[in-house]
């Protein structure tokens, strides 16, 4: 399956919108404490554990994303938009959201 930020598929021409398909991921707060608790990877102000929790949440939400675009019969997913947001009481959870439009395609 296509995803792509665009709204347009070079060599492709979209022929049936199948609206708007979203996917959603929550990490609660313990997670990343943990994480920063035992950081020994930090460099330059970076923390490559951090990062892997973020990048893990962002694959799960894309693929609940395509999962949901693949049982209407999409081809692809345009105009993706990927959002970060804190939730609860403190910023105690962060929630990441894939969304966009699914598609059916055909080859030009």
Known sequence: MIVTTTNTLEGHNVIEYLG???GETI?????????FAS????????SGSYERVLREARES???EMKHHAQQNGA??????????ETL???????????SGTAVKTMSV
Not at 39 to 46: H, K, S, T
Not at 88 to 98: D, L, P, Y
């Open 20 to 22: 708007i398909v979203t």
């Open 27 to 35: 990490i609660g707060a313990n997670i990343i404490k943990d994480v």
């Open 39 to 46: 950081i020994r990877d930090v460099v330059g102000g970076r």
């Open 61 to 63: 939400a894309l693929n």
């Open 75 to 84: 081809t692809a997913v345009i105009g993706v938009d990927l959002d970060y």
């Open 88 to 98: 609860g009481s403190n910023g105690g959870m962060i929630m990441v959201t894939a």
